[in-house]
C-alpha cells in the first residue's frame, strides 16, 4: 500500500519539546511518513479555534491523515477516535476537534475508538496521549501496517461529540454574524459570506456599516488592503468577509476579539 503523508495540528507550541517527541514517534514507526506542521501555536485548550484551523487548512491539505491534538480533557473519560473518510483518516481526541473538517470533507463513513494497546506506546501517566496513542495510530494508518478496524471498535456515529459553530443571521437588511478568528496580523475573519452581503444589498466598492460590539463604522468593501487607506471589508483567502485596517492591526485599533458579535448593513438600511 503507497505510504500517506500526515498532517499534525496541536496546541503544543514550540517552547517544549512534544512537538518534536511526536515527529520521532511517527519515525520510529514509520520513518518514510512525511509529516507536515499545519500549526502548534492553537491557544491552549481552545477546541474550537484548532477546529476552525483545521477547517480552514484541509481544503489544502494533501489527501492523507490528519492527526490533530487540542485535548483539554486529556486522561478523562473522552475518547480517542479516528474517523475514516473518502479524503482520509482524522485522528484526535473526541471533543468536536475533528468534526468540521470531517463535515469539510464529506462526512465519515466509520468512527472507531483507539482503544488497541498493540499500537499505543507503553505508559503510567495519561496525558499525553498526542505521543502515546494518537501519533502511533496516524503513523500506521499513513504507513499502511494497519487498518482503521485494527485500531479498536467502532463506534456510533451518534456518539461523537459535534462542533456547533453559530449561523448568520439576515434581519431587515443587516447581517449579523461573528469574529471567527483573528490571525497574526490582525486581520478579523467573520463568518459571513459574500452571499450573505449579496442578500443585504451590498455589493464591492459599496460602503457598508459594520457594527462591531456596541459600535458601528463606515467601510468601503474593497478587494485588496491597498485599495483604501482606513478599516476596510474584503473578502479574505479562504472567501470569508473580513475586516482589516491597511497598514494596522484591526483587533487593536477596533477592538476585536474571537466570538464578538458583528453585524453589516446599508448606510440606507433601517437601524
Avoid at 499534525?8 to 514509520?30: K, Q, T
Avoid at 485599495?227 to 476596510?232: G, H, L, M, S, T
Avoid at 476585536?256 to 433601517?270: C, K, Q, Y
Wanted: negative net charge.
Amino acid at each position: 500500500m503507497a505510504t500517506r503523508p500526515i498532517s499534525f495540528l496541536s496546541d503544543f507550541g514550540l517552547e517544549d519539546e512534544f512537538v518534536g517527541v511526536v515527529h520521532g514517534v511517527v519515525a520510529r514507526i514509520a520513518p518514510d511518513i512525511r509529516v507536515i506542521d499545519v500549526t502548534h501555536d492553537i491557544a491552549r485548550g481552545d477546541v474550537r479555534a484548532g477546529a476552525l484551523a483545521l477547517l480552514r487548512a484541509v481544503q489544502y491539505l494533501p489527501n492523507g491523515v490528519v492527526m490533530a491534538v487540542v485535548d483539554p480533557g486529556v486522561g478523562t473519560g473522552r475518547k480517542a477516535i479516528v474517523a475514516e473518510t473518502e479524503w482520509g483518516h482524522f485522528v484526535g481526541p473526541d471533543n468536536g476537534l475533528l468534526a468540521p473538517a470531517v463535515a469539510m470533507v464529506g462526512g465519515a463513513q466509520r468512527f472507531v475508538s483507539l482503544e488497541s494497546e498493540e499500537f499505543q506506546l507503553p505508559r503510567d501517566g495519561v496525558t499525553f496521549d498526542g505521543r502515546d496513542v494518537f501519533a502511533p495510530a496516524a503513523a500506521v494508518l499513513a504507513s499502511g501496517e494497519a487498518a482503521i478496524g485494527d485500531l479498536g471498535p467502532d463506534l456510533d456515529p451518534a456518539s461523537i461529540t459535534p462542533m456547533l459553530l453559530p449561523l448568520v443571521d439576515h434581519d431587515g437588511g443587516t447581517v449579523s454574524g461573528e469574529v471567527f478568528w483573528v490571525d497574526s496580523f490582525g486581520n478579523a475573519q467573520t463568518n459571513v459570506t459574500p452571499e450573505d452581503l449579496h442578500l443585504a444589498g451590498l455589493q464591492p466598492g459599496s460602503t457598508v456599516v459594520v457594527r462591531i460590539g456596541a459600535a458601528e463604522h463606515d467601510m468601503l468593501w474593497v478587494k485588496a488592503y491597498g485599495d483604501a487607506p482606513e478599516a476596510v471589508v474584503h473578502i479574505d483567502s479562504y472567501g470569508l468577509i473580513a475586516i482589516a485596517v491597511p497598514g494596522g492591526r484591526a483587533d487593536q485599533e477596533l477592538n476585536i476579539s474571537e466570538g464578538l458579535s458583528v453585524a453589516f448593513r446599508s448606510p440606507t438600511a433601517a437601524e
